[in-house]
């Protein structure tokens, strides 16, 4: 994994907790939010990062006001930044209506391209 964080306790955090859980896209997100947090005092313990409902959710043992206010910020940040290549994106239902997903206009019609594709393949097996 790419340095996203400048702290080696919040480069350890991102291999161990965000790798695999949500799209690159959000990697230099989560990477200044760690920063941020560990500057606010923040004592590096997580429970989870994750995706949901195409925000960013990071849910720690415990904060001050300040370290909750960071969360929160980088939350409304992740709504409009895309998950899979970090450029400028919105919040939308996915093709299909499914799920709700952040993505810019290009991420976009790749997911588009690839759902209809696996529509099709469903459509045409034979049993
Ligand atoms: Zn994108």
Redesign the pocket.
Known sequence: MDVYSQNPTGQAIMEKWVEGSVGP?WYPLIGKLIDELLCAGWDGQITQIKEKFGSLRAYIGYGSDEIYHIIDKYHALSVHT?E??G?P?RNKTSPGGYWLHT??A??RRKETIKRKRWMNERANRCC
């Open positions: 896209g895309c899979d290549c450029k994106g993505l810019c290009s991420c």
